[in-house]
């Protein structure tokens, strides 16, 4: 981990009270209010028009696709969504912001009430309210270097101009920065589940400000608050929220006050510092957009948006863990995203036993593509051969020894399943006679074993049959030697 924890004397004294604010870009095809596209890395200044610029007498007309997604993230967010929500403009000069406001709303924000659910140090579970989401459209940047006179210049690129947003605000209900990379976690993955964003934090569509007060223990009133923003990872807002209460504490015990401020992390220095004062805070002079009507969400929308939700996360987890008989571990890991999670269900419905296939692949597969440091997007052994392999596993027709020895050698040649079946054949004996004679010779050569069989231990039969795979090199038919080391040890 990169920071310390906050140590526990501070803990004990004060409790921290953290709110998140959370921006995330909408993966529509166009802008929010013009046609230009809605795509990362263009060249400078290219993907624009009058309307994502600003130019005066130009006129926004909002996209019908970016609602769509906002009130599909509301709704995964348990929000209830206004039937009527107001544009209204935010008045800022920044350069990188050329019609002088950013559309965004205000006191009737689309949707407002929800919760995410997560788990709390003491192993319960605990609900985050989500005060509001609200959408708005994004500004350009302003980029401070990469050029030969950046130490004189600062460009503006408008690109961004217009990309469609919503911005999500916590209630001040987080008590721990440990809850707060939870609240983002949980955030991140129904967002994603739901495909409204790609949540890419490097390129900026998943963007949080971190809200953070302390007050000693027992005091109901909140204290005054700092906002870290510009965090580019989670664990890296985990690091700023402890180090910035540690800091806060320590002003407070020294007898200064916090201050309402807006403060940078520098990730290098795992430290906070001033970045401005909020004590001239912003007038927006917030009113109500004259160029758009307001945003009325149809209950049709609303029905429909409803039925197409997919399975969110905690929910498929559960199911997944009843069905595949699954750990919460490797619930967690088939599910990490939702296309693989759909993977992984479509291939192992095709099989004789999809929990073998769940198993096949938590055993013999994910490990090996953690031990080759491989995605696995890029696994050589697909879900259809590892449901191939599954499948002749269930019929008996290759032991578990031959598999492994199998899927050895797709991960050295980069082959799937089925071709390195095809080539390697693994060879089976099925004549009951051999079998049986290497049976024989391994109850002679374990009489111990056997007379904890016979005296009731029957878990003992297992040790036979490993026994028996060994010394037929893993070729024996597994059903037939099963049922013939029963019958032998019975008999
Ligand atoms: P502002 O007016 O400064 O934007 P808001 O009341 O809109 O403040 O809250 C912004 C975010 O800060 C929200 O996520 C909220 O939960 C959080 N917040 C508000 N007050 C506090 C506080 N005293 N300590 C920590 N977080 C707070
Ligand atoms: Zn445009
Ligand atoms: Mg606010």
């Keep these: ?26 993966l529509t095809a166009t802008k ?23 130019l005066p007498g130009a006129l926004p ?21 206004r039937e009527r929500s107001v544009f209204a403009r935010k008045n800022y000069f920044y350069p990188d912001s050329p019609k002088g406001y950013q559309i965004s709303q205000f006191d009737k924000p689309l949707s407002e009430h929800g919760w995410i659910e997560v788990p709390t140090a003491d192993g319960g579970t605990k609900k985050i309210g989500i005060t509001r989401i609200h959408m708005e459209d994004d500004a350009g940047k302003s980029i401070h270097d990469g050029f030969a006179d950046s130490a004189t210049r600062t460009y503006v690129d408008l690109n961004r101009c217009g990309t469609p947003l919503i911005e999500i605000v ?19 993955e129904i967002l994603l589940y739901t495909g409204v964003s790609d949540c890419n934090m490097e390129e900026g569509s998943l963007r949080c400000d971190a809200n953070v007060s302390v007050r000693p223990r027992g005091q109901e009133k909140f204290g005054t608050k700092a906002e870290v923003k510009n965090v580019n990872s989670f664990k890296f807002i985990r690091a700023a929220l402890e180090y910035e209460i540690e800091r806060q504490v320590e002003v407070i015990e020294s007898g200064g006050k916090v201050v309402q401020e807006t403060r940078l992390y520098n990730a290098d220095q795992g430290r906070t ?38 399975e969110l ?20 890991t088939l599910t990490a995203s939702r296309a693989f999670a759909d993977r992984f269900e479509t291939a192992a419905k095709t099989a004789r036993s999809p929990r073998r296939v769940a198993n096949l692949l938590l055993s013999e597969v994910t490990g090996r593509l953690k031990a080759l440091d491989l995605e696995v997007e890029n696994s050589p052994v697909s879900m259809a051969g590892i449901v191939e ?31 390195v079946y095809e080539r390697e054949k693994p060879q089976q ?17 374990n009489p111990k074993q056997v007379e904890q069989y016979r005296a009731g231990k029957k878990t003992m039969a297992g040790f036979f049959v490993g026994q028996v795979m060994r010394v037929s090199k893993g070729q024996a038919n597994p059903g037939l030697l099963n049922e013939l080391v029963t019958k032998k040890l019975e008999g």
Excluded: W
């Design 32 to 54: 929010i209010f013009c046609g230009c596209a809605n795509r990362f890395g263009a060249e400078p200044n290219t993907n624009i028009c009058p309307v994502c610029i600003g």
């Design 170 to 188: 916590s209630e001040p209900d987080i008590r721990t920065p440990e809850e707060a990379f939870e609240y983002l976690t949980r955030l991140k």
């Design 273 to 310: 510092y001033s970045m401005r004062s909020k004590e001239q805070a912003h007038d927006y002079r917030y009113f109500p957009e004259p160029d758009l009507p307001p945003l009325v969400v149809s209950p049709e929308l609303l029905s429909e948006t409803k039925k197409r939700m997919p």
């Design 389 to 419: 392999a599954a499948d002749l596993l269930e019929e008996g027709k290759i032991s578990s020894k031959q598999l492994k020895q199998l899927f050895d050698i797709c991960f050295e040649t980069s082959e799937d399943f089925g071709p």
């Design 313 to 332: 996360p905690e929910a498929r987890r559960a199911r997944m863990i009843a069905e595949y008989e699954l750990s919460e571990r490797d619930a967690y």
């Design 1 to 26: 981990m990169a920071s310390a924890a906050i140590s526990s004397d501070v803990l004990a004294r004060y409790e921290p009270v953290i709110g998140l604010e959370v921006h995330v870009q909408l």
């Design 429 to 445: 004996i099925t004549d009951a006679g051999a079998i049986e004679k290497m049976i024989d010779e391994v109850i002679a050569a």
């Design 61 to 81: 007309v909002l996209n019908q696709k970016a609602v769509e997604f906002a009130v599909l993230a509301s709704l995964a967010l348990n929000c209830e969504v």
